[in-house]
């Protein structure tokens, strides 16, 4: 079993930087993929991101891709997601997930999910 723990939320203005964080418990960590998600008011919970156990493959939506970076720290059982040139449509609340045998977009896939940290984009 995993726990998730997102951080790094807030609220910024448009073009600005976030940086968030999800720290994972337990002593398996470097054997999941781990996965952003975001979910904004009144919409489906969509993908953003998502990285292999080794760090070695990373994924992206269309709507980050260049703006957005994740990596992760196995030695400290982290997974972050530097956000940059955020734009208003970013405003959301992000989820971490872990997959034990699949990285990528599908979200069904994903077992472990963090409970969320908002992030709000002022224009």
């Known amino acids: 079993h995993v726990q998730l723990v997102e951080s790094g939320g807030g609220l910024v203005q448009a073009g600005a930087s976030l940086s968030l964080s999800c720290a994972a418990s337990?002593?398996?960590?470097?054997?999941?993929?781990m996965g952003w998600f975001r979910q904004a008011p009144g919409k489906e919970r969509d993908f953003v991101s998502a990285?292999?156990?080794?760090?070695?493959?990373?994924y992206y939506a269309d709507s980050v891709k260049g703006r957005f970076t994740i990596s992760r720290d196995n030695a400290k059982n982290t997974v972050y997601l530097q956000m940059n040139s955020l734009k208003p449509e970013d405003t959301a609340v992000y989820y971490c997930a872990a997959s034990r045998g699949y990285s990528g977009s599908y979200r069904e896939a994903y077992d472990y999910w963090g409970q969320g940290t908002q992030v709000t984009v002022s224009s």
């Open positions: 990285i292999s156990w080794s760090g070695g493959r990373t």
């Open positions: 337990g002593r398996t960590f470097s054997r999941y993929s």
